[in-house]
């Protein structure tokens, strides 16, 4: 602990989440660690959020200050969907942020969520090894993430000793998540919880190989940015899974890889129905492996200058297979407008 002074850094950070709940112990948590350490918070409210939310070191956005932004996005994103955080994205970038945290509101953070990771890592890498279920390596359990398609799951990776230590550029990086890890509904139904990870060193996947990274605990440098877009026109449950596919396979083009840490949180999970989950994340386990096979035929231009472009031609394959309405597109269009703007 600080004493509640406001620890030096050197970079503006901005922690984003979304809820519909009030100013809960957890977001309490959340704004008096931000306020300590001189980041911003913002949370994104929802139809369902209450009315009159104040939580001292805490900016919320209800649906109607959402609309009062000025971003076109916030009037032409669904309501009651977790893609509203998009906003939370926009507005932290027009305040400034360098980097974003981002994380949900029934995550506890460990002191370690707090610090700021290098970008360039320096660590056991792995590269063109296909699915790569990262959680082996932190883990004896046969567990996987939510979107790692189910045929993949008992494949073993190489021994983490054997790996090379590379030094690579992650402007994306995924924290693990204690006791109520991101795991898929089929998991949740049949296997034990809690489960907990070691506290083993990071590791990095480099290009060729795949693992979906969620938005519960996650490290996003501005170059990376126009890669936050959550789908909105996805289900719930596959929205930050297909983003994620969608941002490893633009990483790659620019040289930049996913780093992955040892856990930083812990979940205290909000209340789910198993059988609505495992409904919701139907789309993933029937396709999530056709999904990436089809990103990766994609030519894929380098620079950032080319995130935009390269990211409306991901989400315009993901509407050629159906799997999105088109409508997806005119929110893409508007999230690139707004985030330039933002970006002014």
């Given at each position: 602990m ?11 950070v ?15 948590t ?58 939370g ?12 945290l ?7 953070p460990?002191?370690t ?5 290098d ?11 296909g ?26 990776l190489?021994?983490?000793?054997s790996?090379p ?64 877009y959550?789908p ?6 596959m929205?930050d ?15 930049w ?15 789910h ?13 029937l ?9 990766d ?15 409306r ?13 088109r ?13 330039q703007?933002?970006?002014?």
């Amino acid at each position: 602990m600080n004493n509640g002074k406001t620890l030096e850094t050197p970079h503006k950070v901005a922690l984003v989440v979304t809820s519909i709940a009030g100013p809960t112990q957890i977001l309490q948590t959340f704004a008096r660690g931000s306020q300590e350490r001189g980041y911003k918070f913002i949370v994104i409210g929802d139809s369902a959020s209450p009315a009159g939310f104040q939580l001292e070191g805490c900016r919320f956005y209800s649906l109607d200050q959402q609309y009062q932004t000025g971003f076109t996005f916030a009037r032409q994103c669904p309501t009651k969907h977790y893609a509203r955080k998009n906003l939370g994205y926009l507005l932290a970038r027009r305040d400034g942020a360098e980097i974003i945290l981002e994380t949900d509101d029934d995550n506890l953070p460990y002191e370690t969520f707090w610090r700021v990771p290098d970008r360039r890592q320096s660590t056991r890498t792995i590269s063109n090894h296909g699915w790569s279920n990262v959680y082996q390596y932190y883990s004896e359990a046969t567990i996987w993430p939510r979107g790692f398609p189910l045929d993949h799951v008992k494949d073993r990776l190489p021994a983490r000793d054997s790996l090379p230590v590379e030094d690579t550029d992650c402007p994306i990086q995924q924290g693990l998540v204690n006791e109520n890890p991101d795991v898929d509904a089929i998991y949740r139904l049949v296997s034990p919880l809690p489960q907990s990870f070691a506290s083993s060193g990071s590791v990095v996947l480099a290009e060729g190989s795949w693992c979906p990274f969620n938005s519960q605990n996650t490290w996003w440098w501005r170059d990376a940015f126009p890669l936050l877009y959550l789908p909105g026109y996805s289900s719930f449950r596959m929205t930050d899974i297909w983003r994620s596919f969608v941002a490893q396979r633009i990483a790659w083009a620019n040289n930049w890889s996913v780093a992955f840490h040892q856990p930083t949180a812990w979940q205290e999970r909000n209340e789910h129905n198993l059988m609505r989950d495992f409904h919701d994340e139907l789309p993933g386990y029937l396709h999530n492996k056709s999904i990436c096979e089809e990103l990766d035929k994609l030519q894929i231009r380098p620079g950032t200058d080319q995130l935009g472009n390269n990211l409306r031609v991901c989400y315009e394959q993901l509407v050629s297979m159906e799997l999105l309405d088109r409508r997806e597109l005119v929110l893409v269009d508007a999230w690139l407008t707004d985030l330039q703007t933002a970006s002014e």
